[in-house]
Nanobody, 121 residues
Framework: QVQLVESGGGLAQPGGSLKLSCAAS????????MVWFRQAPGREREFAAG??????????YYADFVKGRFTISRDSAKNTVYLQMNNLKSEDTAVYYC????????????WGQGTQVTVSS
């Protein structure tokens, strides 16, 4: 029903920036939510940032470790959600996934394939 494709990952230096994209295709909804997660080697997947929208507006929410550094945004015309990552740290190194379609149990039905972010000097 919905396909998600992440892009924009790569290598950045500490203090640098990257902008991730998550393009959605298939079914879309006038009111929806999309969330970024990340998973580093040897660590569990963790929430990074999310955005929800409806006809009345948008809501943005962030994990504490990204506040002030990352910004989530949406381009409705392109069916794409972005994660602008500034002031990157080595601990930001992870595979970043976008997810959508929260079900009754709170799990997300749709996931992208992930994009690798590596922060190293």
């Amino acid at each position: 029903q919905v396909q998600l494709v992440e892009s924009g990952g790569g290598l950045a230096q500490p203090g640098g920036s990257l902008k991730l994209s998550c393009a959605a295709s298939g079914r879309t909804f006038s009111s929806y939510e999309m969330v970024w997660f990340r998973q580093a080697p040897g660590r569990e997947r963790e929430f990074a940032a999310g955005i929800s929208w409806s006809g009345s507006g948008e809501s943005l929410y962030y994990a504490d470790f990204v506040k002030g550094r990352f910004t989530i945004s949406r381009d409705s015309a392109k069916n794409t959600v972005y994660l602008q990552m500034n002031n990157l740290k080595s601990e930001d190194t992870a595979v970043y996934y976008c997810a959508a379609g929260r079900d009754e149990s709170g799990s997300f039905e749709y996931w992208g394939q992930g994009t690798q972010v590596t922060v190293s000097s």
